[in-house]
């Protein structure tokens, strides 16, 4: 499977001089075109740092991240906006990443209008295939936001990412704003759009379970630094770091009953999560 994205000795830092903070030191991952690599840890470990300097929010301090074997910082100009729009981001919370005052129809057919696809007529037509591939009623299009369920909104982002026809997609956080069935769905839906468009996933997490669920490849980072890398079966199976086998126990015991020191200073050891619990 060809290489999509490439990240090597990435680092992120805010503020300068001694206010600065490190986010990310060091990381050097990858996606293949048509995987989905999870990204996972804490919050505050650095893994959304990772997903906004992959899509451009925010500036590394130092490192590389190339799309297709082209170094995103070296592209400039017309260059730099075409490969930037290959990279769409879907948010958390799509309360915030949607425009309340416009219908679902608009959202849609902003971007397309802002690529230049057509005219009014051709855009409406994909913006039907967009509202069909998030498998949403296009009943929906008269809509504004205020009037969708938290579900029918993150679909909605989703599918203004993809009418950008993007090679990658990130999902920074993008089911936790949502009830637990919800997210199932939305989840089955991630899968089902590499699936069909045969595009690449960098999906971030905190959810072991969503992250079992639906990654090919598992990246974990802690305290800004990867801690384990690999596919998601041994990543998910055999973690040889003992701050994945924490995030294994947290979500195998959501009621916290691995809270206790002892328990969780074996668990780090090596010790079976059944063994312990």
Known sequence: MARLLEIDGLEVVYGHGRKAVTALQGCSIGLDRGGILAVVGESGSG????????????????????????????????????????????????????????????????????????????????????????????????????????????????????????????ADEALSALDVSTQARVAGLFADIRDRLGLGVLFVSHDMRLVERLADTVCVIQAGKVVEYGPADAVMTRPQSPYTRLLLAAALDPAGALADPRRLEALAAGAPIEEVA
Not at 119 to 135: I, N, P, S, T, W
Request: aromatic residues 0%; hydrophobic residues 50%.
């Open 47 to 170: 893994k959304s740092s990772l997903a906004r300097a992959v899509a451009g929010l925010v500036a590394p301090a130092a490192g590389r991240i190339a799309l297709d074997g082209r170094d995103l910082a070296e592209l400039k100009g017309r260059a730099g906006a075409v490969r930037r729009r290959a990279i769409q981001m879907v948010f958390q919370d799509p309360e915030a990443s949607l425009n309340p005052h416009h219908t679902v129809a608009t959202i849609l057919d902003e971007p397309l209008a802002v690529i230049g696809l057509g005219d009014r007529g051709a855009r409406a037509a994909r913006v039907a295939e967009l509202m069909a591939l998030v498998h949403l009623d296009p009943e929906l299009l008269p809509r504004r936001p205020g009037a969708l369920s938290g579900g029918q909104k993150q679909r909605v982002a989703i599918a203004r990412a993809l009418a950008m026809d993007p090679a990658l997609l990130i």
